[in-house]
Structure formats: C-alpha cells, structure tokens
C-alpha cells in the first residue's frame, strides 16, 4: 500500500510515519501544494497513493482545499468511487463546522490531534487497512 501523510508539524509527521509504516511506503509532503503534486505524480507514475493522512492547517494550501482539488482531480479522471484514494483529515482544531466540510468534500475518516493510536487502528480497520504482513 502506498500511503502519503500531509503535515506539516515535524513531530505530528514523525508519529504517523512511524505508525503508519507498519500498514505501507510512506511518502510526505509539508503543505498543501506539495500534497495535490505528489497525488498527481503518483498517477502519472501509475501507482496511485491508497491511503492520505491529510492535516487540515497547512501552508500554502489547507487541508480542506487540498482535499477538495484531489476529489475534483479524481472526478476529471473517471475514477470510480471504489478505487477513490482514502483520506483521513487530520486536526488540532474541534470545531464541528470544519468536520462536516471535510464530509461534504469527501475524506472518509477524521482524526484528532494528538492522534491515539488505538482509535486511529480502528479507523483504519473500519476503511479496510488492514498492517501488511511481515516479510
């Protein structure tokens, strides 16, 4: 599985690079910009991320508009909902307002900072993400 984690907290990044390595190849970008050109230099390489752990308050780009233009990318593309990479939005912030935008725009998934480890297991079992087996 090819995961990338949108972040731009040195710290928050190193967490889920380190959890998220158990589930598959991590990739990172530090802000929005970064994150919708990796998205599409994963397609034009022919091996689309599964998987973007994607933090709401980032530079250059939110979260939440970086989300919007991947969802929009994907519609352009034809890509049936089934193979629609998975997001899970990533936040310090709890307001409800930006929880039901990031429904509305289309992640699957939203996690609190800090983010538990056991809760972010559940979700990514929920979504069908499952550790990859050790080799």
């Known amino acids: ?9 040195l710290g928050s990044r190193k967490f889920m690079q380190q959890f998220l390595k158990a589930y598959g190849d991590c990739d990172v970008t530090v802000d929005g910009i970064e994150t919708v050109d990796a998205f599409l230099l994963a397609w034009d ?9 994607l933090d709401i308050m980032m530079p250059k ?12 990318l994907e519609n ?6 089934d193979k629609k990479v998975k997001i ?6 709890n307001e409800q ?20 480890q056991e809760k972010m297991k559940e979700v990514l079992e929920k979504l069908g993400i499952t550790p990859r087996s050790k080799q």
């Not at 390489?45 to 752990?53: F, M, Q, R, V, W």
């Not at 899970?88 to 912030?93: D, G, K, P, Q």
């Open 61 to 72: 780009l939110d979260g939440l508009k970086a989300l919007k233009i991947i969802r929009e």
């Open 1 to 9: 599985m090819r995961i990338l984690i949108a972040e731009d907290d």
């Open 97 to 116: 307002q930006t929880v039901y935008e990031a429904f509305d725009l289309g992640c699957e998934a939203f996690a609190a900072k800090p983010i538990n």
């Open 45 to 53: 390489e022919k091996d689309p991320y599964e998987l973007i752990c």
């Open 76 to 81: 352009d593309k034809k890509v049936p909902d």
């Open 88 to 93: 899970i939005m990533t936040t310090a912030l």
